[in-house]
């Protein structure tokens, strides 16, 4: 089925993004036209501000299409819920060796190119500059959000 997909910015980067995920993405002006199977994917995938299926318009996810490489140890709720808003803020995630499996696998329902890396330790070699929570890096600023228990019960939905 075919979707009209409203960009909140950088369409080409949503586009790309988008390209790995659907049958098909054009640009239309100022909006992207998606064929996709699931219209649900659009409302997981960050950057789509809104989309119309079927006549049918719905809220997508907000934030920033991810094309910013940083890293993670995701070794609690609370860190899952960083990664989930890093991942909505814009950032590809580098998961440092981490045994919260489940956590991973929700969180590659909003950005399937997350990577799990089976090191401890930041590798200079991948040329990763930021962190979200990792010592001695630059670090991403996420604020906890009071509420974080809720989210990362509708992050696992």
């Known amino acids: 089925m075919k979707a009209e997909v409203k ?3 950088k369409p080409e980067t949503l ?16 909006s992207l036209v998606v064929e996709l199977e699931k219209p649900e994917l659009l409302e997981r995938t960050p950057g789509v ?12 996810l907000g934030g920033k299409p991810v094309d910013e490489e940083a890293y993670i140890r995701i070794d ?3 860190d899952a819920v960083k990664a989930f808003l890093a991942t909505v803020k814009g950032y590809d995630l580098r998961v440092l060796n981490s045994g919260r499996d489940w956590d991973l696998r ?3 329902r909003y950005n399937p190119d997350i990577k799990h890396l089976k090191f401890d330790e930041p590798k200079e070699v991948l040329g990763i500059e930021k962190s979200v929570n990792v010592p001695g890096m630059e670090k991403i600023s996420i604020e906890l959000p009071e509420d974080s228990e809720l989210i990362y019960r509708e992050m696992l939905t």
């Open 76 to 78: 609690s709720r609370e």
């Open 49 to 60: 501000e809104s989309f119309t299926v079927n006549g049918e318009t719905r809220e997508g």
């Open 106 to 108: 929700q969180l590659r």
């Open 15 to 30: 586009k790309e993004n988008l390209e790995k995920r659907v049958e098909t993405v054009e640009t239309d002006n100022s």
């Open 7 to 9: 960009p909140v910015s």
